[in-house]
């Protein structure tokens, strides 16, 4: 039939199966209805209009169909950008922040070991001066001499307590300092890892 024959002649650009399924579908229908080619024309207009309205489907179906699957990726990629275009404009605020959460423990820790050490020799240096103090008026006065060197022996007797248990304290002050570490790493992990 000349109008299925100049219809795929207009249909070129189309691929070879989109043009048979075109023509099986246009033939299948002429027959069915029983059109001779005045009456195709009449219905279906001019060969070359209806293949420009067919392309025109067909390739605003393919760009549709592809929209909505690149459309994803293409969302996804915007999103990445711009979370890195936030993290780079961040990094004035968040690089103090991280030194300092990371510091901050060991900082804690320094500072406490530093504190029970010079109490330590504080209490050493006043156990030894109260007792030379008390040594030294025992002649003038023996209770005040005494009084003295009893609180020289007391505060070394607590300072040998406190020395006995400063391993302990430090131990669990460094496992504090790591737990609370720990604590911030993960959760910067977690953070960095939802975002």
């Given at each position: 039939?000349?109008?299925?024959?100049?219809?795929?002649q207009?249909?070129?650009?189309?691929?070879?199966?989109?043009?048979?399924?075109?023509?099986?579908?246009?033939?299948?229908?002429?027959?069915?209805?029983?059109?001779n080619?005045?009456?195709?024309?009449?219905?279906l207009?001019?060969?070359?209009?209806l293949a420009q309205?067919?392309?025109?489907?067909?390739?605003?179906?393919?760009?549709?169909h592809d929209?909505?699957?690149s459309e994803p990726?293409?969302?996804?990629?915007?999103r990445?950008?711009?979370?890195?275009?936030?993290?780079?404009?961040?990094?004035?605020?968040?690089?103090?922040?991280?030194?300092?959460?990371?510091?901050?423990?060991?900082?804690?820790?320094?500072?406490?070991?530093?504190?029970?050490?010079?109490?330590?020799?504080?209490?050493?240096?006043?156990?030894?001066?109260?007792?030379?103090?008390?040594?030294?008026?025992?002649?003038?006065s023996?209770?005040?001499g005494?009084f003295?060197?009893?609180?020289?022996?007391?505060?070394?007797?607590?300072?040998?307590?406190i020395?006995?248990?400063?391993?302990?304290?430090?131990k669990l002050i460094?496992?504090?300092?790591?737990?609370?570490a720990?604590?911030?790493?993960?959760k910067?992990?977690?953070?960095?890892?939802?975002?």
């Amino acid at each position: 039939m000349k109008y299925l024959e100049d219809l795929k002649q207009h249909l070129k650009e189309l691929p070879q199966s989109e043009q048979d399924n075109i023509i099986n579908y246009y033939q299948e229908y002429i027959e069915d209805a029983g059109f001779n080619e005045d009456e195709l024309v009449t219905k279906l207009g001019n060969p070359k209009n209806l293949a420009q309205k067919l392309k025109f489907d067909y390739f605003m179906d393919n760009d549709l169909h592809d929209d909505q699957q690149s459309e994803p990726v293409k969302h996804k990629d915007v999103r990445v950008l711009w979370i890195v275009i936030l993290g780079i404009l961040s990094l004035p605020i968040s690089i103090p922040i991280l030194i300092t959460l990371f510091f901050v423990p060991l900082i804690i820790l320094v500072t406490l070991i530093f504190t029970v050490i010079v109490v330590s020799i504080s209490l050493i240096f006043a156990s030894l001066v109260t007792i030379v103090s008390g040594l030294a008026v025992i002649s003038q006065s023996l209770w005040d001499g005494l009084f003295y060197v009893g609180i020289g022996l007391a505060i070394g007797g607590l300072m040998t307590v406190i020395l006995s248990f400063m391993p302990t304290v430090i131990k669990l002050i460094s496992s504090l300092s790591l737990k609370i570490a720990k604590y911030l790493q993960t959760k910067f992990k977690k953070e960095g890892a939802s975002k």
